[in-house]
């Protein structure tokens, strides 16, 4: 089993950053795609960013190009998400997800472990 533990959640006010953090223990799988989602009360979970688990590619929402950036440490099991100018629609809970395979994906079905979440509260 693997575990996914995310922190580094909070209050912060618009234009403001927040760096969470997403470490995997247990039975970790180091070349595997990790991701952050992202769900607000009454939404559908949203992509926010994922990474290659062999080449380290990356790939963003729409929503957030630009302004988040996605990191892996060299062991791999953890990942950073790294928010810069939050605005209050970036306000949800966030989630880290790590999928069976290298190759990230934009949909959250194809992830198959996933961790409690961290709210993420931007205020204007």
């Known amino acids: 089993q693997v575990q996914l533990i995310e922190s580094g959640g909070g209050l912060v006010q618009a234009g403001g950053s927040l760096r969470l953090s997403c470490a995997a223990s247990g039975r970790t799988y180091s070349d595997r795609a990790m991701a952050w989602f992202r769900q607000s009360p009454g939404k559908e979970r949203e992509f926010v960013a994922a990474?290659?688990?062999?080449?380290?590619?990356?790939i963003y929402g729409d929503s957030v190009k630009g302004r988040f950036t996605l990191s892996r440490d060299n062991t791999k099991t953890t990942v950073y998400l790294q928010m810069n100018s939050l605005i209050p629609e970036d306000t949800a809970v966030y989630y880290c997800?790590?999928?069976?395979?290298?190759?990230?994906?934009?949909?959250?079905?194809?992830?198959?472990?996933w961790g409690q979440g961290t709210q993420v509260a931007v205020s204007s």
């Open positions: 997800g790590l999928k069976l395979t290298r190759y990230p994906s934009t949909r959250y079905s194809e992830y198959t472990y």
């Open positions: 990474v290659d688990g062999v080449t380290n590619n990356k």
